[in-house]
């Protein structure tokens, strides 16, 4: 990053035009169909800005990404207290952002086929994962590895978001079901996470 533009006022409203322009980008193409002239066009921008501030295709990609999970992150901070509310929670930002649920699959399809999703899942999940340990010292949350607790809880939050193999749910559906769904699913995620 030493090597990068400085973000001036006008640059940082670049750098967000760049960033917003090319979650839209990949989230719709995934990396291999996303195209920086299509970026930088969006952006009102040009490539000589565009890896001024974000250095390769790649790096754009990787910071795409953190904005995303960073999004998803503040806006549905884990309480291992009420893993059933975080998962709902998490229900919700899919719905409201099927674009960050796009990117991971892509990222998932053509660049880290296994494990991690993320290249530092330790800084990224360190938080959660602490939160879960916790919990289950205090005997609230089910034994076992808490990173196993907090994938099972994620992927039942996943179940109607655009990986869906079975039905993808839309912010356009009745209210009622978006209710219904996030019921079953507190109540699916409690059973799961409940110590016996």
Request: proline share 5%; no cysteine; aromatic share 8%.
């Amino acid at each position: 990053m030493a090597d990068r533009k400085p973000l001036t006022a006008r640059g940082a409203a670049t750098w967000h035009r760049i960033l917003e322009a090319a979650t839209a980008e990949f989230a719709q193409y995934g990396f291999s169909g996303a195209r920086i002239e299509r970026i930088t066009s969006a952006a009102r921008t040009n490539k000589a800005q565009l890896y001024g501030y974000f250095g390769t295709k790649d790096e754009l990609f990787d910071a795409v990404l953190a904005a995303s999970f960073r999004q998803i992150i503040d806006l549905a901070t884990i309480d291992a207290d009420d893993l059933p509310g975080w998962a709902v929670r998490l229900y919700d930002e899919y719905l409201a952002h099927p674009d960050i649920v796009r990117l991971a699959t892509w990222s998932r399809l053509e660049r880290r086929p296994e494990g991690h999703l993320v290249a530092d899942p330790e800084r990224q999940d360190a938080e959660k994962l602490a939160a879960i340990a916790s919990a289950q010292a205090a005997g609230t949350v089910v034994a076992g590895d808490p990173f196993d607790v907090m994938a099972m809880v994620i992927a039942m939050s996943m179940a109607w978001s655009p990986v869906s193999n079975v039905y993808a749910a839309h912010s356009g559906e009745a209210p009622a079901e978006h209710r219904r769904r996030r019921e079953f699913l507190r109540e699916a995620v409690r059973r799961a996470v409940t110590p016996d």
